[in-house]
């Protein structure tokens, strides 16, 4: 079975910036894409950033510029990078992986992740 782990979540002041790693096992094939999805309290899941199964990153407009999606493949571990955070990034942020779905988009992420993928428990971000 795929696990996901998540880490790096905490607290700190807006302009600051954290660094989330998720660390992945068991996936059974060497294509598959992985994004990072935040859900804020009373919120719908929201996809901010991915890498696809044929490397492309993809960002949500409200992140692009200030978050960076990394995957190490020789430490099995996907990365986001996160700077000049603002108060609205406050969220649980949670590690997301599908197989296959080469070219799939931000907005399309959490409808296939819900379906058929696999999921961590999440680290929560606060920012204030």
């Known amino acids: 079975d795929v696990q996901l782990v998540e880490s790096g979540g905490g607290s700190v002041q807006a302009g600051g910036s954290l660094r989330l790693s998720c660390a992945f096992h068991?996936?059974?094939?060497?294509?598959?894409?992985m994004a990072w999805v935040r859900q804020a309290p009373g919120k719908e899941r929201e996809c901010v950033a991915l890498?696809?199964?044929?490397?492309?990153?993809r960002y949500a407009a409200s992140v692009t510029g200030r978050f960076t999606v990394s995957k190490d493949i020789t430490k099995n571990v996907l990365y986001l990078e996160m700077n000049s955070l603002k108060p609205e990034d406050t969220a649980m942020y949670f590690c997301?992986?599908?197989?296959?779905?080469?070219?799939?988009?931000?907005?399309?992420?959490?409808?296939?992740?819900?379906?058929?993928?696999?999921w961590g428990q999440g680290t929560q971000v606060t920012v204030s």
């Open positions: 890498v696809d199964s044929g490397d492309t990153t």
């Open positions: 997301s992986l599908v197989y296959g779905a080469r070219g799939i988009t931000v907005a399309a992420f959490v409808a296939r992740a819900t379906a058929f993928g696999h």
């Open positions: 068991g996936v059974s094939d060497t294509k598959y894409s």
